[in-house]
């Protein structure tokens, strides 16, 4: 091995690895980064969902009538037309 007198450094070519191997990300390290990637893909479909609520849910929550809600079955709509099987 050759030494450069002025800079005191090896003068051999460099080799591909130092001969040490990188060292290995511990299984705590795997965990924590997994569950913050879950975390993280958790949190973009909250976000989208409420993005999307407008198309999910398009009626408006004030505008209930819960005496009709409650009212039992019957065959006939209150316009006159007949209901199938009672529903609404």
């Keep these: 091995m ?3 007198a002025a ?19 511990t299984l705590r390290a795997r965990r924590t980064a997994r569950l913050a990637m879950a975390g993280f893909a958790f ?7 409420a993005m999307a609520a407008p198309w ?3 009626h408006d929550p004030t505008r209930q009538s819960l005496r009709d ?10 316009d006159g037309r007949a209901r199938l099987l009672g529903t609404r």
Aim: cysteine-free; aromatic content about 0%; charged content about 10%.
């Design 43 to 49: 949190v973009l479909l909250l976000g989208a969902v």
């Design 7 to 25: 800079t005191g450094t090896s003068l051999r070519p460099p080799t591909e690895s130092s001969g040490l191997a990188a060292p290995a990300p």
């Design 56 to 58: 999910l849910a398009p």
């Design 2 to 4: 050759t030494i450069d």
């Design 69 to 78: 809600r409650l009212a039992a079955p019957t065959l006939e709509a209150p």
